[in-house]
């Protein structure tokens, strides 16, 4: 079992910045992935980024490249997300989650709340 938790949400204004972290802990080599995905008022989550956890080989929604880093410190057992140029729409519950190699992405944090204003 992996257990992960998130940190790091809060509010802030448009064009600012904020960074989430998702410690996890457990059984942490058994980790291959690292994404996080959101979910807003009303809409389905989707998913935001993802990395693997032993090399670096990460990929974005279209709606956060350019803006969004993910990264992840194995010494640490913790991946972040580093948001930059937050706009509106990025205001969502923020959910880290993990999978092993071959399986679907069966860990999850409790989400943290981020919220832009204008």
């Known amino acids: 079992q992996v257990q992960l938790v998130e940190s790091g949400g809060g509010l802030v204004q448009a064009g600012g910045s904020l960074r989430l972290s998702c410690a996890a802990s457990?059984?942490?080599?058994?980790?291959?992935?690292v994404g996080w995905f959101r979910q807003a008022p009303g809409k389905e989550r989707e998913f935001v980024a993802d990395t693997k956890w032993n090399y670096y080989s990460s990929q974005y929604s279209p709606s956060v490249r350019g803006r969004f880093t993910i990264s992840g410190d194995r010494a640490k057992a913790t991946a972040y997300l580093q948001m930059n140029s937050l706009k509106q729409e990025d205001t969502a519950v923020y959910y880290c989650?993990?999978?092993?190699?071959?399986?679907?992405?069966?860990?999850w944090g409790q989400g943290t709340q981020v919220t832009v204003s204008p």
């Open positions: 457990g059984r942490i080599s058994s980790i291959y992935e």
């Open positions: 989650a993990a999978r092993e190699a071959f399986k679907e992405y069966d860990y």
